[in-house]
């Protein structure tokens, strides 16, 4: 595509737990496609603190207005990394966490949430004590991705990135959707962030607008990618 041709917004995709920069092919074709900028941003799961600083300099070193994607955990990186800055003009959650001050993961993904995450988890022991959490790989596919194809959800076990368990319990800032428009697409079949769970947090988001995909698991930017893409192009247009 010409230069001449995309718009003046980047849209910047960031990835959440067990997941990587990659899951979002589907939506980055379709973005490009439609003459936008895009950027997969690195999310490294070490901390929230440290994924929001490493993503705000990112949108720091991006001209022009700016629009955020996150999915699962990804979204409360763009909850807290979207503050003070003036050229971010929306965020979309995409089977995200949207936290409110002070609230953790683990608070929104507790034992009452119905979220069977937890038991699908093994740990990898740190130099500093602290744990990366894997999703077991046998039980990848119904836990994240249910409805893909048994064999390629078996490649995404396989190059799933760790979380470090103290993401977890990190409370959350101010959230950015305070100020700015959101959008939410809901998974409905998803096991790692219940319905109902997300449901609430888009109603207390005060959502520009709300979008569930009934048989979508948590891998929905995998699964769904035109209907990902498609909300995010109308947060773009009204933004």
Do not use: C, K
């Not at 609230?103 to 130099?127: C, I």
């Not at 990135?161 to 977890?168: A, I, W």
């Amino acid at each position: 595509m010409e230069a001449s041709l995309l718009s003046d917004t980047t849209v910047v995709l960031v990835h959440g737990a067990f997941a990587e920069s990659a899951s979002w092919s589907g939506v980055i074709a379709l973005l490009q496609a439609a003459g936008h900028h895009v950027i997969a941003a690195p999310n490294a799961l070490r901390s929230l603190s440290s994924d929001s600083a490493a993503l705000s300099a990112l949108i720091a070193s991006i001209d022009g207005p700016v629009v955020l994607a996150g999915h699962s955990y990804g979204g409360s990186v763009i909850t807290n990394a979207a503050r003070g800055h003036d050229h971010v003009r929306a965020l979309a959650y995409i089977a995200a966490f949207a936290p409110v001050e002070g609230e953790s993961v683990g608070d929104v993904q507790g034992p009452d949430s119905g979220s069977t995450l937890g038991s699908t988890l093994t740990a990898v022991r740190l130099a500093d004590g602290t744990n990366d959490l894997y999703i077991r790989p046998e039980l990848f596919h119904e836990q994240f991705a249910a409805d893909l194809p048994p064999a390629q959800a078996g490649l995404m076990a396989a190059t799933q990135r760790p979380v470090r368990d103290v993401v977890l319990t990190e409370a959350s800032g101010t959230p950015a959707w305070q100020t700015l428009p959101s959008w939410f697409l809901l998974a409905g079949a998803d096991h790692n962030i219940p319905i109902d769970v997300q449901r609430f947090m888009a109603a207390r988001a005060g959502a520009r607008d709300i979008v569930e995909v009934g048989e979508a698991s948590h891998a929905v930017l995998v699964t769904h990618p035109d209907q990902v893409a498609a909300l995010i192009l109308d947060a773009i247009a009204a933004a």
